[in-house]
């Protein structure tokens, strides 16, 4: 199937799934094996060992490319695993610069493990292109961007970015858990690799951990493959058939995470005890001309923060939804709510917090796809409960 002339929905019902030849069976089977028999030294149907290639992952892959417009998918064992991957291409003496707000998860990695490596990161705000061009140097060898980002929504135009980057020969990668490649496809802008948490949105249903690259350079694919086999931090088969599954109703999943997304930004906006809300889909957010241009819609995920500002008002509310589950990450088909400076965020250090506006009254949403009156009416009895 040519991704070019399908739609979106087409190509998430069909990416990277063939009836299997042996039986006819509509889905790819579970490869649960570890290694391929061969038929002499050397010979064998193009399977060796599962670390290497497995046909249930590589059917997956297939599918991750395709939904991104790129031509070839990795899948890790997490999205973790995937960004580290990305850091293995780095040599001691580079320098990566990469946004200022990132998944506290990710801002950890660079800072514990790959820093003390040589590698040097750059923090800025990645809003404005001009702050990247301005932190280039010789030994930038990597931008790393999140757009939106997690947990304040800040937008990155990718186009410009990569405008800067692509001359230099500096590759450029883009973190879309976020938006997903229904909303976003980071490679037509410009994007030299896409990384997602497969966990979030792609799985879909909360049964998964798992991370993916994206690229259509093979020079790129052949760097990466090589150190997803030499270091095995690969995506199993059976979680590989899940998220086959999961991509199916991708596309009528963000439909409805976007829907009931655009109404509860909007009542949260009205609602007396909040502050301010962080969602690109308003007018007034810094990014929306971007995030118009770049995005087909804008997403399922908002923060806000109530007015008083209050941690014990917070906690109180975050623990007294009944259909929001207090729960890490998002994406799922469930909603979920969560208090960022103490949760996903609380690897980040107190000072840099601050400086983002991740402060004591700070809330995430991920908006899931249940009938939105019934998550309007949990929100209400929770802010009532925390006196918001």
């Known amino acids: ?7 979106k929905g087409t190509t998430a019902v069909h990416a990277g799934v063939q009836p299997d030849p042996s039986t006819g069976a509509i889905m790819t089977p579970i490869f649960q094996t570890s290694t391929y028999v061969q038929e002499a030294v050397g010979v064998h149907k193009g399977w060796e060992y599962s670390r290497s290639h497995n046909p249930t992952r590589a059917a997956l892959e297939a599918a991750l490319a395709e939904l991104e417009g790129g031509t070839a998918g990795l899948a890790f064992a997490s999205g973790l695993a995937a960004i580290d991957t990305v850091m293995k291409t780095l040599r001691p003496g580079d320098q990566v610069i990469c946004g200022q707000d990132l998944y506290g998860g ?4 660079f800072r514990t493990n790959t820093a003390p490596l040589g590698i040097e990161f750059i923090f800025v705000d990645t809003q404005d292109a001009a702050n990247v061009e ?10 790393w961007l999140e757009t939106p980002t997690n947990p304040m929504m800040q937008i990155t135009d990718i186009a410009a970015v990569a405008a800067l980057t692509q001359p230099r020969g500096i590759r450029l990668a883009v973190d879309n858990t976020f938006a997903s490649p229904m909303l976003q496809r980071p490679l037509e802008h410009g994007a030299d690799i896409v990384m997602h948490s497969v966990t979030k949105y792609l799985g879909g249903h909360s049964d998964v951990v798992m991370g993916a690259l994206v690229t259509k350079d093979p020079a790129i694919d052949a760097e ?19 998220v086959l599954r999961g991509l199916k ?11 009931n997304g655009r109404r509860i930004a909007a009542w949260l906006k009205e609602h007396p005890g909040v502050g ?3 969602w690109p ?19 399922g995920m908002i923060a806000f923060e109530i007015a008083s500002n209050s941690l014990e008002q917070a906690k109180t509310l975050v623990a007294s939804t009944e259909l929001f589950a207090l729960a890490e990450s998002l994406g799922g088909v469930e909603s979920l709510i969560e208090h960022p400076a103490a949760m996903t965020h609380g690897s980040v250090p107190a000072e840099i917090r601050a ?15 249940e009938d939105v009156e019934d998550l309007i009416a949990d929100l209400e009895q929770a802010f009532a409960k925390a006196g918001v």
């Open 1 to 7: 199937m040519n991704p070019k002339s399908a739609g």
């Open 106 to 109: 990710t801002a950890r990695l």
């Open 134 to 143: 301005a932190a280039v140097t010789e030994k930038t060898k990597l931008v």
């Open 224 to 242: 990466l493959r090589t150190i997803q086999n030499n270091c095995g931090a690969i995506a199993q088969p059976f979680d590989s058939f899940l």
């Open 249 to 259: 109703t991708l596309h009528l999943r963000i439909e409805r995470h976007c829907a």
């Open 276 to 278: 301010k809300v962080y």
């Open 281 to 299: 889909g308003f007018p007034e957010h810094p990014g929306h001309d971007i995030a118009t241009r770049q995005m087909d819609d804008f997403g």
């Open 355 to 369: 400086q983002l506006g991740i402060n004591d009254g700070f809330i995430r949403l991920s908006v899931g796809v």
